[in-house]
C-alpha cells in the first residue's frame, strides 16, 4: 500500500498526515483516538477503504507520532484545539466536507464536529467510543478510584480495564523504551479482549514502530492535560442535532465503553447500530473485512442520496 505523507501547519501546530487511494475519491477522514498516533489505524483497514474507492486520509494528532510536540507550561491547549486541527486540515487540504471516521476519542471528536460544524460532515461513523456530553472521564476516574457510579452515569469499564491502570497507578513510570513498549503491550491485549486470539509478538512490533516514529515520546500524555481543561464538551441533548446520516459501531467485547454505543445510536436520529462479534477496544486483523465493508457502504450510500 502506497501513502502519500507529509507535514501540514495547521495554525501553530504541524501533523504529519497520510493520504492513500485515489485522490479525486470520496475523502475519508480517520480520527484516532487520544494519545494515538494515526497508525493505529491498522495498514490492512485503510488499505481496503483505499481500494473502495476513497481517498482515504490518516494523520497524528499533536504530541502523538510525527507531529508537534508541544511545551504544554508554555503553551497549554484543551480539546476544543484537538477537534480544531482536525478542522484545519480538512481545510489545508482543501477539502470541505469529508466521510469522518472516529475511533475511541476520535468518535467523540467526530461526535462534536457533527454537532458544531455540521457542514463539514458528509457521515460519521463512531467506532468504540462514549455520547458525546455525557462526562466519560468522570466514570472512568470513579472506576479506577473504585467509588460509586452516580445515578444515571454510563456504563463504567470492565474489570480487566480498571484492575490493569489501578495496578499502573501505583508501579513506577516506565523509563526505558523496553518499558514502555512492556507496558503497552499489557494495554493492548487488555483493550483486545478475550474473544479473539492476542498475538503478543505482532503487537510487540507495532508498539516499537509506534514508539520509534515519535518525535517525543511520552508527550502524547499532554491529551490528559488538555482533558482537563475541556472536561464535559457539549450538553448531553447535543447528539439530537446530528444530521449527518451516521454509523455507530461497538464490538462485542468492549471493555473500556460497554454499551456506549448503542447509547449513541438512540440519541443520533436515524443512527445505525453495528456490532461486530469478538472485538474488544482494538481494530482486530478479524475486524477488518466487516469494519471495512460497513463503512464503505455507508459512505456509499451517502453519496447516492446526495446523487
Same mark, same amino acid.
Given at each position: 500500500m502506497t501513502a502519500t505523507g507529509r507535514t501540514v501547519e495547521i495554525g #501553530?501546530?504541524?501533523l504529519w498526515v497520510e493520504e492513500f487511494g485515489d485522490p479525486d475519491g470520496p475523502p475519508v477522514l480517520l480520527i484516532m483516538g487520544s494519545m494515538s498516533q494515526g497508525h493505529v489505524w491498522p495498514d490492512a483497514f485503510v488499505g481496503r477503504l483505499a &481500494? $473502495? *474507492?476513497? @481517498?482515504?486520509? @490518516?494523520? #497524528?494528532? @499533536?504530541d502523538t $507520532?510525527?507531529?508537534? &510536540?508541544? #511545551?504544554? #507550561?508554555a503553551h497549554p491547549y484543551t480539546w476544543t484545539d484537538i477537534r480544531d486541527d482536525a478542522i484545519g486540515l480538512l481545510d489545508a487540504l482543501g477539502i *470541505?466536507?469529508?466521510? %469522518?471516521v472516529g475511533h475511541s476519542a476520535g468518535g467523540l471528536l467526530g461526535q462534536w464536529i457533527a454537532v458544531t460544524r455540521p457542514e463539514r460532515v458528509a457521515t460519521l461513523t463512531? %467506532? $468504540?467510543a462514549s455520547p458525546l456530553g455525557r462526562r466519560e472521564g468522570e466514570v472512568v476516574l470513579r472506576a479506577l478510584m473504585g467509588e460509586p457510579q452516580d445515578a444515571g452515569a454510563l456504563p463504567p469499564p470492565k474489570a480487566a480495564f480498571t484492575e490493569l491502570f489501578q495496578r499502573a497507578a501505583? &508501579?513506577?513510570?516506565?523509563a526505558t523504551r523496553a518499558e514502555y513498549v512492556d507496558f503497552q503491550v499489557e494495554v493492548a491485549r487488555v483493550l483486545h479482549g478475550p474473544a479473539l486470539p492476542f498475538d503478543a509478538d505482532a503487537q510487540r512490533a507495532v508498539e516499537e514502530r509506534l514508539y520509534d516514529r515519535a518525535r517525543v515520546p511520552g508527550s502524547e500524555a499532554n491529551h490528559r492535560r488538555?482533558?482537563?481543561g475541556h472536561p464535559h464538551f457539549e450538553p448531553e441533548d447535543a447528539l439530537g442535532g446530528i444530521t449527518a446520516p451516521t454509523l455507530v459501531v461497538e464490538g462485542s467485547e468492549e471493555p473500556v465503553k460497554p454499551g456506549h454505543g448503542r447509547l449513541i445510536a438512540a440519541e443520533i436520529p436515524g443512527a445505525e447500530y453495528l456490532e461486530v462479534p469478538g472485538m474488544g477496544h482494538t481494530l482486530p486483523a478479524e475486524a477488518h473485512a466487516p469494519l471495512a465493508e460497513a463503512v464503505l457502504a455507508h459512505t456509499g450510500r451517502a453519496a447516492v442520496a446526495a446523487g
Open positions: #501553530d501546530v504541524e &481500494a $473502495g *474507492g476513497r @481517498r482515504v486520509i @490518516r494523520y #497524528d494528532h @499533536r $507520532g510525527r507531529s508537534t &510536540a508541544v #511545551d504544554f #507550561d *470541505g466536507a469529508a466521510h %469522518i463512531v %467506532i $468504540g501505583t &508501579a513506577p513510570p516506565p488538555a482533558a482537563a
